[in-house]
């Protein structure tokens, strides 16, 4: 089964940008979609943006639409999350999920269209 694991995150000054990373390994890696979800004390886990397996289909949820990129580089079995304009509400542990047996194109939206998570990674934006 393909193992992820997230980096990037840290402490952010409001309206700055950040870059998270999703490292793959175990499976060739353009057997999976992959997407981003993010979750904050208190609240459910939010679908932050997703690609399909070779990257030519991306998906944004929408109170992220228009500062968020999500990317994949398939020879380096990496996805990569820019956030733009962070703002205070986007604190929140990040995370990266996969899902395979799903054609080109299709990047799901749903938590539980995903069957493989990493351990997540911590944005902290500060005022």
């Known amino acids: 089964q393909v193992q992820l694991v997230e980096s990037g995150g840290g402490a952010v000054q409001a309206g700055g940008s950040l870059r998270l990373s999703c490292a793959a390994s175990?499976?060739?890696?353009?057997?999976?979609?992959i997407g981003w979800f993010r979750q904050a004390p208190g609240n459910e886990r939010e679908f932050v943006a997703s690609?399909?397996?070779?990257?030519?289909?991306?998906r944004y949820g929408e109170s992220l639409q228009g500062r968020v990129t999500i990317s994949r580089d398939n020879t380096r079995s990496m996805v990569y999350l820019e956030i733009n304009g962070l703002k205070l509400e986007d604190t929140a542990v990040y995370f990266c999920?996969?899902?395979?047996?799903?054609?080109?194109?299709?990047?799901?939206?749903?938590?539980?269209?995903?069957?493989?998570w990493g351990q997540g990674t911590q944005v902290t934006v500060l005022s």
């Open positions: 999920a996969a899902r395979s047996g799903i054609m080109i194109g299709m990047a799901p939206k749903g938590a539980s269209d995903y069957t493989t």
């Open positions: 175990g499976r060739p890696f353009t057997e999976f979609a």
């Open positions: 690609t399909d397996r070779v990257g030519v289909n991306a």
